[in-house]
């Protein structure tokens, strides 16, 4: 079946610096990926839409120079958290829609950890 | 607006008992509905969707969910459950013409004991 595979699965990084988390569809193509912030035990919260080749639609309240978006494949997002704080700390999960052909499925990957430190 | 509630945070079942987790739905126009679970630390596994057709929808594990229309709900259920059927489920919403964003419920945490 079709696979959303995210890279790193765990990041530790200090305050004030980037760090990219990637999103790969591995076996079909998505024009359209989805960014997701989750805590702990609690819901997922969209962050962002991701385009293929285009601008990445932010949900409200989520800051688009803060969480970066680029969607510059069929098979890549990526997302980057620029100059991150503690408050950052969260699960980040993405997942890729596939084409009407294969019913419009929506697969997520296995979810990044990012401890901002 | 879109919404989703799951009016439990937590269902406790026995293994071998029938279990339900609950999902009640507000949408604009037909809905696609879907139920996902997550195991710990672990990205969403996707379960069932309803997009149109029959109201039972069956899906992975053995789950199954029945969409009621007049009652806008969409519980999941199944009739046998498993130790390992323990994890956190998450029923979300699509409406119409809304591509894949998904808005999900705040989610069902399932404990199944032996």
């Known amino acids: 079946g079709a696979v959303v595979s995210q890279h790193p699965s765990r990041v530790i990084c200090k305050s004030g610096t980037s760090v990219k988390i990637e999103c790969r569809s591995l076996d079909f193509q998505a024009t359209t990926m989805f960014w997701y912030r989750q805590f702990p035990k609690q819901s997922l919260m969209l962050m962002a839409t991701?385009?293929?080749?285009?601008?990445?639609?932010?949900e409200q309240g989520v800051e688009k120079d803060k969480f970066l978006i680029n969607h510059a494949s069929l098979t890549l997002s990526t997302l980057t958290v620029t100059s991150a704080h503690p408050e950052d700390s969260s699960f980040y999960i993405c997942?890729?829609?596939?084409?009407?052909?294969?019913?419009?499925?929506?697969?997520f990957g296995e979810g990044s950890w990012l401890t901002v430190v | 607006a879109q919404s989703v509630a799951q009016p439990e945070d937590q269902v406790n079942v026995a293994e071998g008992n029938p279990l339900t987790v609950k999902c009640t739905y507000s949408?604009?126009?037909?809905?696609?509905l879907f139920w996902y679970v997550q195991y710990p630390n672990r990205g969403l596994q996707f379960l069932l969707k309803y997009i149109t057709g029959d109201n039972l929808v069956k899906g992975s594990y053995g789950f199954e969910a029945e969409f009621n229309k007049s009652q806008t709900s969409f519980h999941l259920k199944k009739p046998s459950a498993l130790v390992s059927d323990s994890a956190l489920y998450f029923c979300a919403v699509r409406g119409y013409n809304q591509g894949g964003k998904l808005i999900f419920g705040q989610g069902t945490e399932l404990s199944v004991k032996p």
């Open positions: 949408v604009s126009g037909n809905p696609y």
């Open positions: 997942s890729a829609r596939t084409g009407p052909s294969s019913g419009n499925t929506i697969y």
């Open positions: 991701s385009n293929e080749g285009s601008k990445a639609t932010y």
